[in-house]
């Protein structure tokens, strides 16, 4: 047992009896104990940094003036304790990062207007837009105004975000989607591939859709889960479209998106590796500024094109109007999207017939063929139905016998 002591606040270094390792160390009034956490290092230097950054993170603060804290400080409590719990978490670390790397070392006082001034001026010189600084701002914003609303600062500076860019949603062509079909190697690129065209959902509501939220006697998709609150980024409930209805029949029950059961939280990975191998393949290279987002817009823009009414749009996507007494009382249920429902249907004859003879391959999830006409999987399987991959030798149709 070391006699070093290091100490900041009430935690301190230590060692448990027989370990080489460094441990955060402080007393629970709750409990009268004395409680070590380990640091999992045994150099005694690195343990200082370690516990000086968890104290920075994870320490109480109270009543600071904003010249006695740095904004690297500050920053990451606000990472530690808020943003990385948030769906934006990883947008969040690097708006940290670059905001570390060039501010890091003054106080939150010091963070003037000028400062911010001097900040923009760098960025848009090294080619950043407006709208990528005005994000990362806007995580300094945060950061300041949550400390203020915790009682951890006595005042902070005025934020100043640059002007937002002008709008600019990519929209991708049938001919795009196309090939995302032709180029998506696995049944869960190709299964959120079919979703989101047949809800136009935000990834993330299509990777947390499960079968027990489709209806199969509704024909209804609740893209809400039970048990998660409405936010601004609502969910609705969506009459299923036919081309889908046979995929979630016979999916496995559980997340419709998965791999190998387990619930995907992303679907970037897979997405770059697909975007990867159509460019390698020579697709235009345009292709890589299609997202999974795109597909969101795609479809918002091709139900205007066809003439689906915006209210039956807004519904679709989840939006609400200003009128939100009304929308409590006056529920619009799925069955009256179905202007919305057809658009989405004929979209998807479209791609098939834009697929042409590869939709034959392009367009199965787990067997299945998905299309405007689709073959059901029977009922009762032979116990080794599943032995061989039926994509890699011959398509499975409804007529093949089992």
């Known amino acids: 047992m070391s006699d070093d002591r290091f100490q900041i606040g009430r935690w301190w270094l230590s060692q448990r009896r027989g370990s080489a390792n460094w441990c955060r160390t402080w007393f629970d009034d709750a409990s009268r104990q004395t ?10 230097e690195a343990a200082k940094g370690l516990l000086a950054a968890w104290v920075t993170a994870h320490g109480e603060m109270r009543q600071r003036p904003p010249q006695n804290i740095t904004m690297r400080s500050l920053l990451r409590r606000y990472y530690e304790q808020h943003a990385k719990h948030q769906a934006s978490g990883e947008a969040a670390y690097y708006a940290v990062l670059k905001l570390d790397e060039t501010v890091g070392e003054i106080s939150v006082a010091d963070f003037t207007l000028q400062k911010q001034a001097d900040f923009i001026a760098a960025e848009r010189a090294r080619g950043m837009s407006d709208s990528y600084i005005r994000r990362t701002l806007a995580i300094a914003q945060s950061a300041m105004s949550r400390a203020m609303d915790a009682n951890e600062l006595t005042s902070a500076p005025k934020i100043h975000l640059p002007p937002e860019s002008p709008e600019r949603e990519r929209v991708a062509t049938l001919a795009e989607i196309a090939t995302l079909f032709r180029y998506a190697e696995t049944d869960r690129l ?17 990777l947390d859709l499960t079968t027990f939220q489709c209806d199969m006697g509704s024909g209804t998709i609740h ?30 029950p559980g997340h419709l998106v998965h791999y190998n059961g387990r619930h995907l939280a992303k679907i970037r990975s897979p997405w770059r590796r697909m975007i990867a191998r159509a460019i390698a393949d020579k697709v235009d290279r345009s292709i890589a500024e299609v997202t999974p987002y795109t597909l969101r817009h795609t479809m ?79 009922r009762y399987r032979h116990p080794f139905e599943n032995m061989v991959e039926p994509r890699g030798i011959e398509p499975l149709t409804s007529t093949m016998p089992l």
């Open 35 to 44: 409680k070590r956490a380990s640091l999992g290092t045994d150099d005694f």
């Open 300 to 378: 918002a823009t091709e139900m205007r094109r066809r003439d689906v009414p915006v209210w039956q749009i807004a519904k679709w996507l989840g939006h609400t109007s200003e009128h939100k007494t009304t929308e409590r009382y006056a529920k619009v249920r799925p069955e009256d999207l179905d202007e919305a429902l057809a658009a989405t249907e004929a979209y998807f004859a479209d791609l098939e017939r834009e697929l042409g003879a590869d939709a034959e391959w392009a367009l199965r999830v787990d067997g299945l063929r998905v299309s405007c006409v689709l073959a059901t999987r029977p």
């Open 190 to 206: 190709r299964t959120f591939l079919v979703l989101a065209i047949a809800t136009s959902a935000r990834p993330g509501a299509i």
């Open 223 to 252: 893209l809400n889960p039970p048990g998660r609150r409405q936010n601004k980024k609502r969910r609705p409930s969506l009459p299923m479209a036919r081309f889908v209805r046979s995929m979630v029949a016979s999916a496995t």
